[in-house]
């Protein structure tokens, strides 16, 4: 098995609202929020800004597939935002599937005592938590980076 890439990685969950941004220790021990990005024209300048904040190596978008693993209008909207930043930035990008982010972030924060309402604008930095710290937990349990990097997408 080979070993844990070190470094910083940024995790963004994509929505058509807001943006969620977590990000990891070096050691990739823990995933923790960053912030909730407004969903406009400025949105991918301010992930890479975060980025570049945070030292990170690399940045993960989760890519929301249906239950069957297929593309929805989501995953279309998290590969057009995922292509962006990477056009605009020179990190690494990739895709790592998502598909229970956000239902995770949402049974957490309800488990926490916080109605849905209250948690509206936490639960995108909350669902960039999980889908951070799965990639992360892939990667030590396989020994290989998490998701499908951006230039290996089919078109």
């Known amino acids: 098995m080979s070993e844990f890439r070190r470094g910083v990685r940024i995790g963004v969950d ?10 990891c220790d070096p ?6 929020p960053v912030e909730t990005v407004p969903r406009d024209d400025q949105a991918i300048a301010r992930v890479i ?15 929301p597939l249906n239950m069957r693993g297929e593309d929805t209008p989501s995953t ?10 990477a056009a605009a930035s020179d990190l690494p990008v990739r895709l790592v599937d998502e598909r229970l982010s956000t239902v995770s972030a949402h049974a957490a924060l309800r488990s926490s005592g916080r109605s849905q309402r209250s948690s509206r604008n936490i639960v995108d930095q909350v669902a960039a938590v ?5 990639a992360l937990d892939v990667e030590k349990s396989t020994g290989r980076p998490p ?4 230039s290996q997408e089919p078109a």
Request: hydrophobic fraction near 50%; aromatic fraction near 2%.
């Open 14 to 23: 994509v929505g058509r609202a807001r943006v969620g941004v977590a990000r």
């Open 27 to 32: 050691d990739g021990l823990l995933a923790t």
């Open 49 to 63: 800004s975060l980025a570049q904040e945070h030292a990170a190596t690399e940045i993960l978008v989760g890519l």
């Open 76 to 85: 279309t909207d998290a590969r057009e935002f995922a292509a962006g930043v």
């Open 130 to 134: 999980v889908l951070l710290q799965q």
């Open 147 to 150: 998701g499908t990097p951006l």
